[in-house]
């Protein structure tokens, strides 16, 4: 069965910090999501990645394969980034795969 | 990526009543898949729509109380049927595109009195 947590669950910053959401995955994972959901309920996909380090804006993931780990980065945060994050893992073979999701991390950034 | 529009946003409904939930996707896909978020709680898939065909359904749901419908390659509804509080819980549609990872549409919060 495939499995994916995360930590921490809860997560209060204070503007400009640095911040760090991190997700670990069991085995039959080949393929790592990061998603952001704000308050009124609508995801939208952050990152998808198999290996490496993907990069957009302020945000960073990385994905260590052998340690089945990946991480998600915010630099210089602001009180817009506040939302939960959550990390889903999948297979990479073919677009019709199903998604096991993490609990999600509740990110709040204060001003 | 393919735009997914999701209506409604949000519902509050009476209980035994039933709500169809619209999502319009902007491209061609293959397969569509709904999700329940209770609260508090991680997504869990309720089915898979394949134009054509019969949704597939996960342990734990039914047709008969999530009947999906999937008309063409850019439209499918999920109907919650004879609901109860606990069926109270945000519902997304979702498609994946190859190369694009997953779109999700923007939800609906409903909620059951």
């Known amino acids: 069965k495939n499995e994916v947590e995360q930590s921490p669950q809860n997560l209060t910053a204070q503007e400009g910090e640095f911040i760090t959401i991190n997700c670990s995955y069991s085995v039959g994972i080949s393929a790592l999501h990061w998603l952001q959901q704000h308050p009124g309920g609508g995801i939208v996909s952050l990152f998808m990645l198999s290996s490496g380090k993907k990069k957009h804006g302020r945000l960073i993931a990385t994905i260590n394969i052998q340690e089945k780990h990946s991480s998600l980065h915010i630099t210089a945060s602001h009180p817009r980034d506040s939302a939960v994050y959550i990390c889903?893992?999948?297979?990479?073979?073919?677009?019709?795969?199903?998604?096991?999701f993490g609990k999600g991390t509740l990110l709040t950034v204060n001003p | 990526s393919a735009v997914i529009s999701q209506k409604p946003s949000r519902d509050i409904c009476q209980r035994g009543t039933s709500l169809t939930i619209q999502c319009q996707v902007d491209?061609?896909?293959?397969?569509m898949f709904w999700y329940r978020q209770q609260p508090g709680q991680s997504l869990t898939l309720i089915a898979t729509a394949n134009q054509g065909s019969e949704a597939t359904y996960e342990s734990g749901f039914v047709i008969d109380k999530f009947p999906i419908s999937r008309p063409n390659l850019t439209f499918s509804t999920l109907t919650v049927s004879n609901m109860s509080p606990e069926d109270s819980s945000i519902y997304l549609c979702s498609v994946s595109v190859t190369g694009y990872g997953y779109t999700f549409g923007s939800g609906t919060r409903l909620t059951v009195v």
């Open positions: 889903a893992g999948g297979n990479s073979g073919g677009s019709n795969y199903k998604l096991t």
């Open positions: 491209s061609q896909v293959t397969m």
